[in-house]
């Protein structure tokens, strides 16, 4: 064991200039910093890192700030439609959901599917009837259908657009999903990612979040990784896996790494969007090609720290 240990959140990417539809810097970071120390304080008692990602993406889902759980986005027809996944980096085990409704904490399922083991990613009704099995907490769509969510799905509809956090009509936005990625004090790597989706997307549309290698990915012989953005982007290049692969085959650090994948993003897909990686020294990094990212970080124990930008 080892007395080290650091963990990443993250809460969505943009241009943050404006955040009309959820709040200020203050609140955002209050968020971010008390969701980081909870998570120190399990990885420091020696939490395992799977189960630190799990409750800290739980926590993120559960405030209304973020595109995620309470307070996701509605699709086309003014629903909610949720995917989640997380990936333990010491055995390669996964498990994700997609197009899921009515589920208090996706990653819950999630984490569900992760540990009956047979399957990696279930959707729709046959990860509703798993949720069934399993008795998850559900909720009315009241719960999750906020206000603010609502007029934002009028303005999506009058611009004729598909957005995320804020429409995609100015370049004044902000990207949804969250994550977290960890190293515990065993050495082991793990990562979450959650997402409420796209403002009016299509019902049924499933983005990078729930699949491994994408939107999420974990492995102990190179990094953690949770990436927020637009998911067509990052399943195209599947940036996950290739930000590790940087790391692995290439001998990159995690920040050079982490900018590789973006910089690749953007040159053949002109992707939009960030990461957050912890590596398997314990040693974060993140990158973004938009001009702001809400993200904290404890690295090694050490203290904490939030950025918006």
């Not at 650091?6 to 955040?19: A, F, R, T, V």
Request: proline share 1%; hydrophobic share 40%; glycine share 12%.
């Amino acid at each position: 064991m080892s007395n080290s240990y650091s963990l990443m959140i993250h809460g969505g990417s943009g241009c943050l200039e404006d955040l009309k539809y959820e709040a200020g810097e203050a609140e955002f970071k209050h968020s971010i910093h008390a969701i980081l120390e909870k998570g120190r304080q399990r990885l420091a008692r020696g939490d395992r890192a799977l189960d630190v990602v799990e409750y800290c993406v739980t926590r993120l889902e559960n405030d209304p700030l973020y595109n995620a759980g309470r307070g996701s986005v509605l699709n086309a027809r003014g629903q909610v439609e949720m995917d989640a996944a997380l990936m333990n980096g010491a055995d390669l085990r996964a498990g994700s959901v997609a197009c899921v409704s009515e589920i208090k904490n996706p990653i819950a399922l999630a984490r569900h599917v992760l540990n009956h083991g047979k399957h990696v990613l279930l959707m729709g009704d046959g990860a509703m009837e798993f949720a069934n099995l399993c008795g998850l907490e559900r909720c009315h769509e009241d719960y999750f259908i906020t206000p603010a969510r609502i007029e934002q799905l009028k303005e999506a509809k009058a611009a004729g657009r598909i957005t995320l956090d804020h429409e995609r009509v100015s370049m004044a936005e902000k990207l949804g999903t969250v994550g977290a990625v960890a190293r515990d004090v065993y050495g082991d790597l793990a990562a979450a990612t959650s997402t409420g989706g796209l403002v009016n997307n299509h019902w049924g549309r499933v983005g990078d979040t729930p699949i491994i290698g994408a939107g999420v990915f974990a492995d102990n012989e190179s990094c953690a990784v949770s990436a927020t953005g637009y998911g067509e982007e990052f399943l195209r290049t599947v940036l996950g896996k290739t930000i590790a692969m940087f790391m692995q085959w290439r001998g990159l650090d995690v920040a050079a790494a982490a900018e590789a994948g973006i910089e690749y993003l953007v040159n053949r897909v002109q992707g939009e969007g960030g990461v957050i990686v912890v590596d398997a020294d314990g040693r974060c990094a993140s990158a973004q090609s938009t001009t702001g990212l809400i993200c904290g970080w404890i690295e090694h124990g050490g203290e904490a720290h939030c950025t918006l930008g």
